[in-house]
């Protein structure tokens, strides 16, 4: 990857840009919109939204105004958990897309694998929204579909009954927690991974051994953190507001970590996750 402009190839052959803007906390509104537009003013070409996020109306405005073809950009949405179910999630498709006034989105993700209240039965409910998936896939609504949060004993029942594969499997993915087992599984299964919460929210950016690795590159911990995700093979969703930090957070192109550097960030301590657990988002 050379650009933020290059992209990862998925399984049916549609191109995803390889690292997109985050935008979980960011407020629906005007600055949501200077955000997506500062982002791909600095050659973003991959917004990453969702219904939990509160934001795609402003996701699809920035999208609509940003100056550039629609299908230059790049846009993901993610169905909130408690819409899953197959009318449930046909339903929900469509406030998302009159949401963002787009005629098509690139892809749809499952936010979470089980839903609020269906903890016993939640590998058939998975199913049935999945099924919705695949729907909106043949129908052309979608370009790609996928998952996210899903770990392996979550994926497992449902490739046994899907009729098209998930394509993307969005995690949380840093320095601090590192998730191999799904990872290598999806790996193994042709799945291109995202990475959320790329710069560990913010902690542990002042690090001695970041800021080192960074100063070796002139770089900042946050820019050392996307490019490690990227080495490893992910998608990173970088976020922020701030145009400069956007910018900044996507100029990881011209340096490259060694495997020096790459062993030892992968070995700084474990912080655990920083998000819920997927069998815990949703208590019954």
């Given amino acids: 990857m050379n650009s933020l402009q290059d992209c990862y190839t998925l399984p049916n052959g549609v191109k995803i840009p390889c690292v997109g803007l985050g935008t979980y906390l960011t407020d629906d509104g005007e600055t949501c919109v200077r955000a ?42 993610k169905l909130r958990n408690v819409n899953q179910g197959y009318k449930e999630t046909k339903a929900a498709f469509e406030v998302t897309m009159k949401e963002l006034g787009l005629e098509y989105l690139d892809l749809y993700l499952i936010h979470w694998p089980i839903a609020r209240g269906h903890k016993q039965d939640w590998q058939e409910h998975s199913y049935q929204t999945w099924r919705a998936f695949e729907e909106l896939y043949e129908e052309g609504r979608v370009r790609a579909i996928g998952i996210t949060n899903f770990l392996t004993y979550h994926l497992q029942p449902l490739l046994e009954r899907a009729k098209i594969m998930p394509m993307v499997n969005q995690l949380e993915l840093h320095p601090g927690y590192h998730q191999d087992e799904i990872v290598k599984f999806c790996k193994e299964k042709g799945m291109v991974i995202e990475a959320w919460s790329p710069m560990m929210q913010g902690k542990q950016m002042q690090h001695p051994l970041l800021i080192e690795i960074g100063n070796k590159y002139g770089k900042t911990p946050a820019q050392v953190c996307v490019r490690w995700s990227l080495q490893n093979g992910f998608l990173p969703l970088p976020k922020s507001v701030n145009p400069d930090r956007i910018r900044q957070n996507g100029d990881v192109f011209d340096f490259s970590l060694t495997d020096e550097d790459m062993k030892a960030i992968s070995s700084l301590e474990t912080i655990g996750r920083l998000g819920p657990h997927p069998d815990t988002i949703y208590p019954d």
Avoid: M, W
Avoid at 41 to 70: F, M, Q, W
């Fill in 36 to 77: 997506v537009k500062a982002a791909i003013e600095a050659g973003y070409r991959h917004i990453d939204t969702a219904v939990a996020y509160g934001n795609e109306a402003s996701v699809g405005k920035a999208v609509r105004e940003c100056g550039l073809p629609r299908e230059q950009i790049f846009v993901t949405s």
